[in-house]
């Protein structure tokens, strides 16, 4: 597989949903293949600092980290916040790697189905309707621009992907929330108002 990506042309990867769905497979691959040559055990939180940029491999032409795709590919041309619950990142709690690649045909319900799986799991992501308190994962605090741009804020991206008819209807009619940003790291805490 990384041998076909490296042969693949830059220069037709546009920034469409073609391009996005390679870009996601290939992080994908290159973060079980990090992980595979630094005999790390995928399973386990990862404590090692240099993961995301010690090993480069060649991609599109070019010798790429996992940092040099994800901050460098797929936020700055892509800027779709789901990206987030798509990638492997080992040591990171987000949605389970899919069993498939994304393809461009059926990558929006696949980010979709992400999403809803990353919001919806307790153990990251949980809103205490006792307390008021909506408690997200600390990537939403280092990311909160992203979120912004499409969501007003991570509380409205939280809102979208909830399966909960409870809950939903319990952060629609209350309009002043404390959000804290404390799952895998430390405590963060803010206020969020709802959307006008």
Known sequence: ILADFARIDASTLTRSRDGLAFWLNAYNVLALQTLLDAGMDPTAPQKDGLFFTRRRYLIAGELRSLDDIYYNIVRRDYEDPRVFAALALPGVLTAPLRPEAYRPETLNFQLDHQCRQWINNSAV??????????????????????????????????????????????????????????????????IYSAPH
């Open 125 to 190: 992501n949980r809103l205490d309707m006792q307390t008021n308190t909506l408690y997200l994962a600390r990537e939403f605090c280092y990311y909160t621009g992203d979120f912004d741009r499409l969501y007003d804020n991570p509380r409205g991206f939280y809102l979208k992907y909830l399966t909960d008819p409870v809950q939903q209807t319990y952060l629609r009619t209350h309009p002043h929330i404390t959000i804290v940003f404390n799952a895998n790291g430390p405590t963060f805490s803010s």
